[in-house]
């Protein structure tokens, strides 16, 4: 099995950026399609992106297209999430999943591994 940790969260102010980093180790990544959801309390956990195992099909939610951007780097081991022009309503728990299903999915039942969270809080 795969172990997953996340990394790259903070405070910043509203229209800022950070970078998400989710590290594998156990096993290579590239046996996994990936995914990006967050959690607020008391909220079931929220798709954000996803990225085919090669990193060839990707899918965004619609409230963060155009401002944040899934990628990753097999050879690091390592899934990636750009977030810009950040909002406060993006201020949550930011947890990557790693899915052996054979496509990418936006429900997080699907995926076998989880990581255990990284802070983001947007300020206004």
């Known amino acids: 099995q795969v172990q997953l940790v996340e990394s790259g969260g903070g405070l910043v102010q509203a229209g800022g950026s950070l970078r998400l980093s989710c590290v594998a180790s156990?096993?290579?990544?590239?046996?996994?399609?990936m995914g990006w959801f967050r959690q607020t309390p008391g909220k079931e956990r929220e798709f954000v992106a996803r990225?085919?195992?090669?990193?060839?099909?990707?899918g965004h939610a619609d409230s963060v297209k155009g401002r944040f951007t899934i990628s990753r780097d097999n050879a690091k081991n390592t899934v990636y999430l750009q977030m810009n022009t950040l909002k406060p309503e993006d201020t949550a728990v930011y947890y990557c999943?790693?899915?052996?299903?054979?496509?990418?999915?936006?429900?997080?039942?699907?995926?076998?591994?989880w990581g255990q969270g990284t802070q983001v809080t947007v300020s206004s």
């Open positions: 990225i085919s195992r090669s990193g060839g099909t990707t």
């Open positions: 999943g790693a899915a052996e299903l054979s496509s990418t999915s936006r429900d997080p039942r699907r995926y076998d591994y």
């Open positions: 156990g096993r290579t990544i590239s046996s996994y399609n």
